[in-house]
């Protein structure tokens, strides 16, 4: 990515002035927040290698703005803002600028469902049906033997389809919760229905998370909004924030502007939400920092602003063994969720027991920065079973390196490549422009710098080859699946995409989706968010082959058409763009979008 030298000034200037929430600062915790701000890094550090600066950093990831809360001993131990709202106008981020919290959003939601359980208008394992009235979950072959429950819903375990949403940017027709969960125009993602057997393996649906939304207003007869200040919000004195969406005028004034991965703004500068129960909290760090540590007073018998402690300990309850409990991720004695919108990111992490915590956000989709931040705060902080490993660098032989090198098979459209270059080893996803070095740390122990995973090769005796390994994080478990080394010439239906053949990736797709109707690489909304990532990571002609699978496998989806004359704007064919924003309008007279880019083009 391309860096701005007055940019970097700027956001150094900002972290000399940043602000705190707490105005007369103990000795002991500024110098731990300079410790963190001068102790960035990946979450292997190797020994040896320099930690960097969070201005260093801001500026490598092009990071306009930044809100942090660090949680200690139950309390808010400090938090900071750095850098600025908005490029442009270089407007500071202080305390009361509000961020989109994206998923951080379903947590919370989760905590007022749950109060509505205990206030005795839902039941965790009732069918929802039961409480829906503006919109009834489709009963199918899915259905027939167990029923959508709140309990599948906040656990991901309800078989309902819709993994996340794109949002809809200033001028576009914003859909109303029932068009959205219908799929009804002008609604920019499918309807929202069971397709696997509820209470099966976990699925991640952002859809659950809207059909939760609904039933919350049909049985209380409030808005969102009201009901989430009412029953969590103004409980625990998150003031300023807010699950409005579009954002009222006053609120719009401390709105972050976000920025895509690629450092460009988001279109209209920030997208509109009405999946408000999956992705419409606005709030910054100090206010969701009250979220975690009511959670964590909740669990410790403290605090039944929201829940009973018994309520919140089946909340932190690990779903027949699964690492998610009642809205929230579970792992090594935390509790925790992340966040991504179009052009915000965010995450949250709580300890169970131990009462320190951490809550970071963006206004730009850089995830790996908040990770960075966080392994800083861990290690000043010493954060037991948090606090990232520092190791040796081991060398490599030819003998090993000549081992390990190959081809591995991933997923249906991933896979896996180790390769040695200048002296180094690396690994690279297919999908992914950028190759990771691959660091020995033992034998036949390797970890990437910023993957907690650590990875060995193992001989396969069922398949006589060898497989690349990620280990269980804890040990004794099993390994859940291994990357079996396939033959080079093996290739997927991206690999013929990324070659330009589109007519082969389509046969491959096709007979995929025949073979297994629900098969979710084949999903339309999966397919445009590659093609969005492609087109984000730079990579047009790519993304151009994946909006014309989409369309190959969706001709009568008008968002395909719209996603593919979008990339030939980008590409700078204006009349291939005309061509698909006409038939996108064709397929959907009221695609605002499509109707602007027609007027604009033509």
């Not at 190759?435 to 069922?462: C, H, T, W």
Request: charged share 25%; hydrophobic share 40%.
């Amino acid at each position: 990515m391309k860096r701005n030298s007055s940019f970097f000034l700027l956001v150094v200037a900002f972290i000399f002035s940043a602000t705190t929430s707490i105005t007369a600062q103990s000795a002991a915790t500024i110098t731990k927040i300079k410790q963190v701000e001068n102790g960035l890094s990946n979450y292997h550090q190797i020994k040896g290698e320099p930690t960097w600066t969070i201005a260093e950093r801001m500026e490598h990831y092009g990071v306009p703005g930044m809100s942090i809360a660090v949680i200690h001993d139950y309390k808010v131990a400090w938090t900071k803002t750095y850098g600025v709202v908005n490029k442009e106008t270089k407007e500071p981020v202080t305390q009361n600028t509000l961020f989109q919290a994206a998923s951080i959003s379903k947590p919370v939601s989760a905590y007022a469902a749950l109060s509505l359980v205990e206030a005795g208008k839902l039941d965790l394992d009732k069918n929802v049906n039961q409480y829906l009235t503006s919109f009834y979950v489709p009963d199918n072959d899915f259905t027939k033997e167990e029923k959508v429950t709140l309990k599948h819903i906040v656990s991901h375990k309800a078989g309902l389809t819709v993994h996340g949403f794109l949002g809809y940017a200033p001028g576009l027709k914003v859909p109303t919760l029932v068009q959205l969960l219908e799929g009804q125009k002008p609604a920019n993602s499918p309807a929202i229905l069971v397709d696997k057997a509820p209470g099966g393996s976990m699925r991640y649906s952002g859809g659950g998370y809207c059909v939760m939304q609904q039933m919350m207003i049909d049985v209380t007869g409030k808005t969102y909004p009201e009901i989430m200040e009412k029953q969590v919000l103004g409980r625990i004195g998150m003031t300023k924030s807010t699950f409005a969406q579009p954002l009222p005028a006053e609120k719009l004034k401390l709105a972050a502007t976000g920025y895509v991965p690629d450092g460009s703004m988001t279109k209209g500068e920030r997208h509109t939400y009405p999946e408000m129960a999956a992705a419409g909290l606005w709030t910054n760090a100090a206010e969701l920092a009250k979220f975690v540590i009511d959670l964590q007073q909740t669990l410790k018998g403290n605090s039944e602003k929201v829940l009973t402690q018994a309520m919140a300990q089946q909340m932190v309850t690990p779903v027949e063994g699964d690492f998610i409990g009642l809205g929230i991720f579970l792992k090594e004695g935390r509790f925790g969720h992340g966040g991504w919108n179009e052009g915000f990111s965010s995450d949250m992490t709580g300890h169970l027991e131990d009462g320190y915590g951490i809550v970071v956000m963006l206004n730009a989709n850089q995830p790996d920065f908040i990770d960075e931040v966080t392994n800083g705060v861990a290690r000043v902080y010493e954060w037991e079973q948090s606090a990232p490993p520092a190791h040796e660098k081991l060398a490599f032989t030819d003998k090993e390196i000549a081992r390990i090198s190959g081809k591995y098979a991933y997923e249906f459209d991933e896979n896996i490549t180790i390769y040695a270059e200048e002296g180094k080893v690396f690994l690279k996803y297919l999908t992914n422009t950028t190759p990771e070095e691959l660091i020995k740390i033992g034998e036949n122990k390797y970890v990437r710098r910023s993957r907690k995973a650590v990875i060995q090769f193992l001989n396969d005796p069922l398949k006589a080859d060898q497989s690349l390994v990620f280990l269980p994080e804890k040990e004794g478990e099993a390994l859940t699946y291994k990357n079996v080394r396939v033959d080079a010439s093996e290739k997927l239906g991206i690999e013929w995409l990324m070659e330009g053949n589109l007519e082969k990736a389509v046969a491959i797709y096709q007979q995929k989706k025949q073979e297994e109707p629900n098969f979710r690489p084949a999903h339309e909304e999966y397919i445009n968010r590659g093609g969005y990532q492609a087109m984000g990571n730079g990579n047009l002609d790519l993304a151009l082959n994946i909006f014309k699978l989409n369309v190959a496998l969706h001709p009568k989806a008008y968002n395909t058409y719209d996603s593919l004359g979008e990339a030939y704007l980008k590409k700078g064919e204006k009349a291939l763009a005309i061509e698909n924003y006409k038939k996108s309008l064709e397929l959907n007279p009221e695609n605002e979008n499509a109707v602007a880019m027609l007027k604009e083009l033509e």
